[in-house]
C-alpha cells in the first residue's frame, strides 16, 4: 500500500489554504475544485462560449415572457419552465466544455471564492456574461417589439421584494450548482449534473 504524503497547496489566487491527500488517485487532487482540469481556459474560447450560452438562454426567457404578456396571459407555467430547463440544458451540452457554462455572474464568483476556479477567468466571464444578456435583450426588444419597461419590478413588486427575491433565488442556484460541480458529487454522471442544472 502507497504510503500517502500530505501536503498543503497553498491557492494564491482563491486567497485560501488547501489540504490535499496525494496517493495517486487523481480524485483527490481534484477534491475542492469547482473547475475540471480538462477545461479549455483559452480566454477568447471562453468569452465566446460564454457570450453565446448567454444570449440563448436570455433570449429564450426573456422572449417567452414577452410572449405571455403579447397573447394576454395564455402562456402558462409549465411551458414557462419548459423553455428556461431546456435551454439551460442545450446550452450546458453545447459549451459546458469549453467554459463549464456558468452563465451567471454569481455562479463565476462563487467557484472562483469557495471552489478554488482561477480569479484571473473571473473578469472574462462576467464580461462575457454581461454582454450576452444585453444582446439578448435588445434582440428581444426588435424581435417582439414590446415595451423595455415589461420586464420592471414596479408596480407589481417593490424593489425591497424584489432585492430578497433574487437574493433567495440566486442562493438557490449557487447551491444546487455548488453540489453539483464541487467536491465529492464531482464524480456523478455528468448527464445528471446537465439534467439537474435545467433546474436552475
Request: charged fraction near 10%; glycine fraction near 8%.
Amino acid at each position: 500500500m502507497n504510503v500517502e504524503v500530505r501536503s498543503r497547496v497553498f491557492d494564491q489566487e482563491a486567497g485560501s489554504t488547501l489540504s490535499s491527500l496525494r496517493d495517486g488517485d487523481p480524485s483527490t487532487q481534484r477534491l475542492f475544485r469547482c473547475i475540471p482540469y480538462e477545461l479549455d481556459l483559452n480566454p477568447l474560447r471562453i468569452v465566446i462560449a460564454e457570450l453565446v450560452g448567454t444570449f440563448i438562454l436570455m433570449f429564450s426567457v426573456c422572449g417567452v415572457i414577452s410572449s405571455t404578456q403579447l397573447s394576454g396571459g395564455h402562456v402558462g407555467l409549465l411551458e414557462y419552465a419548459a423553455t428556461a430547463g431546456l435551454s439551460v440544458v442545450v446550452v450546458v451540452y453545447s459549451i459546458g466544455h469549453i467554459s463549464g457554462a456558468h452563465l451567471n455572474p454569481s455562479i463565476t464568483i462563487a467557484f472562483a471564492l469557495f471552489g478554488g476556479f482561477p480569479w484571473s477567468q473571473v473578469p472574462f466571464y462576467i464580461m462575457a456574461q454581461t454582454l450576452g444578456a444585453t444582446a439578448a435583450t435588445l434582440a428581444g426588444v426588435s424581435v417582439y417589439g414590446v415595451n423595455p419597461d415589461l420586464m420592471i419590478t414596479k408596480p407589481a413588486l417593490s424593489c425591497v421584494s424584489a432585492f430578497f427575491v433574487e437574493l433567495v433565488a440566486t442562493s438557490i442556484v449557487v447551491f444546487l450548482a455548488s453540489a453539483l460541480h464541487c467536491g465529492p458529487h464531482q464524480n456523478v454522471s455528468d448527464q445528471i449534473k446537465r439534467l439537474m442544472s435545467s433546474v436552475k
